[in-house]
């Protein structure tokens, strides 16, 4: 045989191989996640560094997307701080003859009604806006968000004027789907970023949200120095129309991922639940990293939803220093996701400073607990647990998420940790009022921090075994390629 021939023959055969391309989401880059980064490169890889920030490819589309997230964060720091007052004044009406604890008491029964029940309408049609979001785009998601929270608006409106809960009751619930538009949000992220960018943008969501909690306070505190009834709700509608402005000027961010091919046309199901049942029975690190979700979904419930009712009981604070404090504590969040985050993740992996912002979490609950002694320990706890963890833990997620599915699959994560958002907030508000009415000789207001920093200490435990068991694996990429195959 001669030469020409014999590489005649090598050509054919090299042409009837049939390769099967697997996306591996997570980057062959040790400064990402140093100890899983080891496992990824072999001898004919090359370790790719991290480019800057400042030369994202699509900057522009990430400035606008930044840009009206504090249109969106504004009217919800709004509407949390508004809240509150709507069934205070509710009971008020109902029972005049009551005592101000048994007002408040009420009050936070009413109120764990509006707080859980918008969790059950995520759960069950959060999936079906995943796959949506990843077969029409992320910008019907975005609008759609916006026009559901103007009807809780208008709906609350109602309630108000009528001293009607069920109007906000069902609306509210319906809403509650917007509970999973934030990881439209995150997937827009990743549809347009590159793997080294992903973790540091997810971190700055924090930052951003930080500015929107921030603003709200200081937009709530000037807005009710008019003497115009309900104006909150007045300002909610005109900032959304605002953000929905802004959202128009997005580029669809499927569509350039689609351009990059970052987007392939895949056989994959469709079917939501199908597909989270597929990734959690095909790797069991996909599954932790979830139970991490929901967990911190669940513990983080104290503090976001009684702080209100807690410092109006415990400090006799006005709805004017609960202002105040939830716009400082949006200052501290901005540190957390803009400054100490970026900085901790050129030098650590996600999960080394995920173990880190638990600890932080559980030192935070410790000074809860001892909270009645001083509102200083209540206020320095608030500092110390204000980083947004769950960001981190989203990034992760979506490393470990084919391009196709990144709405899918983080909705499903979001949508199975309502879940956990649903029975956190009824036992939050649950323990609570019973924690400070008068059915108990001695009250004790921070019960629920010592039963959630018990939570927040065994979940950090936990955690880091099962990270420094992770660590040393070395079946993690074929547990991921396992992945891949069992959806297709």
């Not at 929270?149 to 809960?165: C, E, P």
């Not at 509970?179 to 997810?202: E, F, G």
């Not at 010592?450 to 040393?472: A, E, P, Q, S």
């Not at 993690?476 to 891949?484: D, E, G, S, T, V």
Request: net charge neutral; charged share 10%.
């Amino acid at each position: 045989m001669s030469i020409l021939e014999n590489n005649n023959k090598n050509n054919e055969n090299l042409n009837n191989i049939h390769y099967k391309k697997i996306d591996i989401k997570t980057p062959l880059v040790l400064n990402s996640d140093s100890e899983i980064g080891e496992n990824f490169l072999t001898n004919d890889q090359v370790e790719i560094k991290k480019r800057p920030l400042k030369e994202h490819k699509y900057l522009k589309q990430i400035i606008i997307l930044f840009s009206f997230l504090p249109f969106i964060m504004i009217p919800s720091i709004l509407f949390q701080l508004y809240l509150p007052s709507v069934f205070t004044d509710y009971v008020t009406f109902k029972h005049p003859d009551y005592s101000p604890e048994e007002i408040q008491s009420k009050a936070a029964y009413y109120k764990s009604y509006s707080d859980s029940l918008p969790y059950i309408s995520a759960l069950l049609f959060g999936p079906l806006v995943g796959v949506l979001s990843d077969k029409y785009g992320r910008k019907p998601i975005f609008f759609g968000a916006g026009i559901l929270f103007i009807l809780d608006a208008i709906a609350t409106l109602i309630t108000v004027l009528t001293h009607n809960l069920i109007y906000h009751y069902v609306v509210h619930t319906i809403v509650g789907v917007n509970t999973v538009s934030n990881a439209a949000l995150t997937a827009y992220i990743s549809d347009i970023s590159d793997d080294d960018h992903i973790p540091i943008l997810y971190s700055l969501l924090g930052g951003v949200f930080g500015a929107g909690i921030i603003l709200g306070p200081l937009v709530f505190i000037l807005i009710n120095l008019t003497s115009i009834p309900n104006i909150t709700l007045y300002v909610i509608v005109g900032l959304l129309a605002v953000c929905m402005v802004i959202i128009a000027f997005l580029d669809e961010s499927v569509e350039i991922a689609k351009k990059n091919n970052k987007i392939k046309i895949s056989n994959t199901t469709t079917n939501p639940f199908k597909l989270v049942k597929n990734l959690f029975t095909s790797n069991a690190y996909f599954s932790f990293i979830v139970i991490i979700y929901l967990l911190i979904s669940f513990v983080t419930c104290d503090i976001n939803l009684i702080f209100y009712y807690y410092c109006s009981f415990v400090y006799d604070w006005s709805p004017k220093d609960n202002s105040i404090f939830f716009g400082g504590l949006g200052f501290i969040i901005i540190v957390w996701g803009a400054v100490i985050s970026p900085i901790l993740l050129k030098y650590f992996s996600e999960r080394k400073i995920i173990s880190i912002m638990l600890i932080c979490c559980f030192g935070a609950h410790v000074l809860f607990v001892f909270s009645g002694f001083s509102q200083y320990l209540f206020i320095i706890g608030a500092m110390l647990g204000s980083p947004q963890v769950n960001n981190l833990v989203q990034a992760i997620i979506s490393q470990l998420t084919p391009p196709e599915m990144q709405a899918t699959i983080l909705v499903g994560a979001q949508s199975i940790s309502s879940i956990a958002s649903f029975l956190g907030s009824m036992v939050v508000n649950d323990l609570f009022m019973y924690s400070i009415s008068n059915n108990i000789s001695h009250k004790f207001p921070q019960f629920v921090f010592l039963i959630f920093g018990i939570v927040i200490g065994l979940t950090t435990i936990g955690t880091v075994i099962v990270f420094n068991y992770y660590k040393k694996s070395n079946n993690f990429r074929q547990n991921l390629k396992n992945i891949y195959e069992s959806i297709n």
